[in-house]
């Protein structure tokens, strides 16, 4: 019996040492886990962050290369383009040419209407002079 009890008593101290040892040891390894989680996610975080700003950056520096092109262009491109001056000339000297000759044909016009006018006279004046004797 009493090599029970020291049995038994040899148990009870180890399972209370181990109690002691393995519980401080387990809380321990349940922080560290929680930190290591917690670390992984910190990590995921930052990844997800950089990646972000890396995409934000090359975006951005895409719209800054579209947008200078572009300015730039039209900054070197004239005012009016030369097809619409050349149009714009053209249609000029049409209506100069078309003014001149509606011009023409009222001047052949009222000359005309001044032969005739003076013809009509002639005739008035003669027909008095007939109707007169």
């Known amino acids: 019996i009493r090599l029970i009890q020291n049995t038994n008593q040899a148990l009870a101290e180890k399972i209370q040492a181990s109690i ?37 950056l090359k975006k951005n520096s895409e719209m800054l290369k579209i947008s200078a092109i572009e300015t730039a262009k039209e900054n070197e491109r004239g005012i009016v383009d030369i097809e619409t001056l050349q149009t714009t000339q053209n249609d000029l000297i049409e209506t100069i040419q078309e003014t001149l000759r509606i011009q023409k044909e009222g001047k052949e016009k009222r000359r005309h209407a001044e032969v005739e006018l003076g013809h009509m006279e002639e005739d008035l004046k003669q027909k008095l002079l007939d109707l007169t004797q």
């Open 20 to 56: 002691a040892t393995a519980i401080p040891l387990w809380k321990n390894q349940v922080v560290i886990a929680l930190t290591l989680l917690r670390q992984k996610d910190a990590v995921t975080a930052q990844r997800q962050v950089s990646e972000t700003t890396n995409d934000l």
